[in-house]
């Protein structure tokens, strides 16, 4: 317990908290970034994007060696990465576009031929003296022992231009993403702006490599959006929210990591955001599985509660037990079924409130205003005060409901 909350206050080391700062930094970025591919349905784009970074890994790990540098430079590393995973990504919307395969089927081959080619070149390296001590196995799964300062320098101002690039567009990705139609009738460039989205990803995929890894990269950039989108309906409002959701998974995930050393940085990360999105998912006040469940019982309350009124109005039995219990519990019908005076008097309000609205249609013709009715939603929240005495003008003195 004290480690852990040491590594919590970046007490508990130097590597620990670079680690711990830099998993932060790239959490929310990812987050970010991923918000409006989510949006756009083409989550999955990141998964070949990511899956493309590695024949670049290998490629730059070559090059470098053959020119007589060092193959880990994490710099040409990098560059190598967002080479192909670029090349990855136009080839997506190359064949989305030009040939009759859809987009998914797309993505399946870009995703499975470039990563094939990249483990390739792995196993291709690991026979050369040069790449036999090159680590490159770490970009798949990630690897945080040896993270550097300038590590966490790339990852914080790549992060910081990919949430403010996100930021800045937030507008024309918004409208591309609920709407392409829209968007392009009013002269935005879709093509180009999906190309921007996905460069987004490419982006945050490529700086996330070297921590996460590339199979977990996908993770960060689609758990945070997703969860986000629990908790808000605005987009604005779901950048900040999945960045922050994306932060907190990445600085909680390596200080659990910091505070227990066997366990590997990248999937605890992915762990606590995947229980960060489980939360959502059943807590959340509007889109929560338990809210959901609040309301569906909220309306069957109201139904059972309007049938029931409706049949004492009638003089009809109450065969429904559930029906009987509410009404017995509201105080509206005795234990057995005989109506109450507050219930005679619900009942009749029920029943003048059908005549109210049947008289509403006939004189507002309007099906925006009477069609809002349910026959769960009070007329009071409808119409004012004073239409509903003059429906009550036109329908004369109300009818009592009478007890057995």
Same mark, same amino acid.
């Given at each position: 317990?004290?480690?852990?909350?040491?590594?919590?206050?970046?007490?508990?080391?130097?590597?620990?908290?670079?680690?711990?700062?830099?998993?932060?930094?790239? !959490?929310?970025?990812?987050?970010?970034?991923?918000?409006?591919?989510?949006?756009?349905?083409?989550?999955?784009?990141? /998964?070949?994007?990511? @899956?493309?970074?590695?024949?670049?890994?290998?490629?730059?790990?070559?090059?470098?060696?053959?020119?007589?540098? /060092?193959?880990?430079?994490?710099?040409?590393?990098?560059?190598?990465?967002?080479?192909?995973?670029?090349?990855?990504?136009?080839?997506?919307?190359?064949?989305?576009? &030009?040939?009759?395969?859809?987009?998914?089927?797309?993505?399946?081959?870009?995703?499975?031929?470039?990563?094939?080619?990249?483990?390739?070149?792995?196993?291709?390296?690991?026979?050369?003296?040069?790449?036999?001590?090159?680590?490159?196995?770490?970009?798949?799964?990630?690897?945080?022992?040896?993270?550097?300062?300038?590590?966490?320098?790339?990852?914080?101002?790549?992060?910081?231009?990919?949430?403010?690039?996100?930021?800045? +567009?937030?507008?024309?990705?918004?409208?591309?993403?609920?709407?392409?139609?829209?968007?392009?009738?009013?002269?935005?460039?879709?093509?180009?702006? /999906?190309?921007?989205?996905?460069?987004?990803?490419?982006?945050?995929?490529?700086?996330?490599?070297?921590?996460?890894?590339?199979?977990?990269?996908?993770?960060?950039?689609?758990?945070?959006?997703?969860?986000?989108?629990?908790?808000? /309906?605005?987009?604005?409002?779901?950048?900040?929210?999945?960045?922050?959701?994306?932060?907190?998974?990445?600085?909680? !995930?390596?200080?659990?990591?910091?505070?227990?050393?066997? +366990?590997?940085?990248?999937?605890?990360?992915?762990?606590?955001?995947?229980?960060?999105?489980?939360?959502?998912?059943?807590?959340?006040?509007?889109?929560?599985?338990?809210?959901?469940?609040?309301?569906?019982?909220?309306?069957?309350?109201?139904?059972?509660?309007?049938?029931?009124?409706?049949?004492?109005?009638?003089? @009809?039995?109450?065969?429904?037990?559930?029906?009987?219990?509410?009404?017995?519990?509201?105080?509206?019908? &005795?234990?057995?079924?005989?109506?109450?005076?507050? !219930?005679?008097?619900?009942?009749?309000?029920?029943?003048?409130?059908?005549?109210?609205?049947?008289?509403?249609?006939?004189?507002?013709?309007?099906?925006?205003?009477?069609?809002?009715?349910?026959?769960?939603?009070?007329?009071?929240?409808?119409?004012?005060?004073?239409?509903?005495?003059?429906?009550?003008?036109?329908? !004369?003195?109300?009818?009592?409901?009478?007890?057995?």
């Amino acid at each position: 317990m004290n480690l852990f909350v040491d590594a919590l206050f970046l007490q508990a080391g130097y590597n620990a908290a670079l680690v711990a700062i830099g998993a932060g930094l790239l !959490g929310f970025a990812a987050g970010a970034s991923g918000t409006f591919p989510f949006l756009r349905k083409r989550a999955l784009i990141a /998964d070949a994007v990511a @899956h493309a970074t590695l024949p670049g890994v290998g490629l730059a790990f070559v090059v470098m060696v053959g020119f007589g540098g /060092d193959g880990r430079n994490l710099v040409g590393l990098i560059a190598g990465s967002a080479v192909t995973a670029w090349i990855g990504l136009l080839l997506i919307e190359w064949i989305s576009r &030009r040939t009759r395969l859809a987009e998914d089927a797309a993505i399946g081959a870009v995703l499975g031929v470039f990563f094939g080619v990249g483990i390739v070149l792995l196993t291709v390296i690991q026979t050369m003296s040069a790449g036999r001590q090159a680590g490159l196995e770490s970009f798949l799964l990630g690897s945080t022992a040896g993270m550097l300062f300038q590590d966490a320098t790339v990852i914080a101002i790549g992060g910081s231009l990919a949430v403010l690039l996100t930021w800045l +567009m937030r507008r024309p990705m918004t409208l591309v993403a609920f709407d392409s139609d829209y968007a392009a009738a009013l002269g935005y460039d879709v093509r180009r702006i /999906d190309l921007l989205m996905m460069g987004l990803v490419m982006a945050v995929a490529v700086i996330g490599l070297k921590l996460v890894g590339l199979i977990l990269i996908v993770a960060m950039l689609i758990i945070p959006a997703v969860a986000a989108r629990f908790w808000t /309906d605005r987009s604005t409002s779901m950048i900040w929210i999945a960045g922050g959701i994306g932060g907190a998974s990445g600085y909680l !995930g390596a200080v659990l990591s910091a505070s227990a050393p066997a +366990m590997p940085t990248g999937p605890i990360i992915v762990l606590v955001a995947a229980a960060i999105f489980m939360f959502s998912l059943l807590l959340a006040p509007d889109r929560g599985v338990l809210a959901a469940l609040f309301r569906h019982r909220g309306f069957q309350t109201r139904v059972h509660r309007r049938q029931g009124l409706l049949a004492l109005a009638a003089r @009809h039995p109450i065969r429904e037990a559930y029906t009987l219990r509410l009404l017995a519990r509201e105080g509206l019908v &005795r234990p057995d079924g005989v109506p109450t005076d507050a !219930g005679r008097a619900q009942a009749a309000k029920v029943t003048r409130d059908e005549r109210r609205w049947d008289v509403a249609r006939e004189i507002y013709q309007d099906a925006g205003l009477t069609g809002r009715y349910d026959g769960l939603t009070p007329i009071e929240d409808v119409f004012t005060a004073d239409e509903i005495a003059e429906f009550d003008r036109q329908l !004369g003195p109300p009818v009592t409901v009478r007890g057995d």
